[in-house]
């Protein structure tokens, strides 16, 4: 099995048929799994991963074809379907999909329109060292809080930080009117400069600078935190 960082290459038209192209997250998948398929399937999985969303669409845009299986997050979807960058799915190849829950076939067959199927399912929070934040962690507020200014750190993806400006304004996450993005867009642009390097981080940078303590508080997605609270019992969501 080969893991790579994607590059721009194309890939080869006349590629064997017997080779799955995968693009997933970094540390998503167990690597076992891709193991476990190659041997049951007698097929060789390519491996390559992304640690930022724009870059992920940026480049299946620009090489259609370049892979088979693509792992985007749900606020990457709709945008990549009206952009015609997937192939409906043969659900007559995926007999599993009854074991999902109810809702999620809803989903899929409503507002992904049969393009995507869910394999796990997460939500962000708030992430924190109990070492450095003796206060209450009970709001998205301790994120305008300057005494943790450099120590704070929200994901790298447009949806999860617009929700976080959103929750502290008491709105909606799916608003019906323009105006509540513009207000969200103004107190997240106040809180920038409080952020570590004053930038967004990818999600596996987020655990690291965690785990070393750089970052005291931050956005996390719940998955992420677990595994951290178990290496360290001073991280808590």
């Not at 704070?152 to 976080?164: I, Q, T």
């Not at 400006?165 to 409080?194: C, F, H, M, T, W």
Request: aromatic share 14%.
């Amino acid at each position: 099995m080969e893991y790579r960082k994607a590059s721009s290459k194309k890939k080869d038209k006349n590629a064997s048929s017997s080779v799955l192209n995968v693009y997933t997250w970094v540390e998503y998948i167990d690597p076992e799994i891709f193991s476990e398929f190659e041997k049951e399937f007698h097929v060789k999985v390519h491996v390559d991963y992304y640690d930022l969303e724009d870059e992920m669409f940026s480049l299946v845009q620009s090489k259609p074809g370049m892979y088979d299986l693509v792992f985007p997050s749900e606020s990457s979807m709709d945008i990549m379907i009206n952009s015609q960058l997937f192939l409906k799915l043969d659900k007559r190849r995926i007999p599993n999909e009854k074991n999902l829950k109810a809702r999620f076939r809803t989903i899929i067959n409503r507002k992904w329109k049969e393009y995507c199927i869910p394999i796990d399912w997460g939500v962000t929070g708030i992430a924190y060292n109990a070492k450095y934040v003796k206060e209450p962690v009970d709001s998205w507020n301790v994120f305008w809080n300057q005494k943790y200014k450099g120590h704070m750190a929200l994901v790298d993806d447009p949806y999860e930080v617009f929700s976080v400006g959103q929750k502290r304004l008491g709105y909606s996450l799916n608003p019906k009117d323009s105006y509540v993005l513009d207000e969200a867009l103004k107190i997240l642009k106040e809180l920038k400069p409080l952020l570590h390097d004053k930038y967004f981080m990818a999600y596996n940078k987020i655990k690291e600078k965690l785990k070393s303590e750089e970052l005291w508080i931050t956005q996390c997605y719940n998955g992420n935190a677990a595994f951290l609270g178990k290496e360290n019992s001073n991280t808590i969501l």
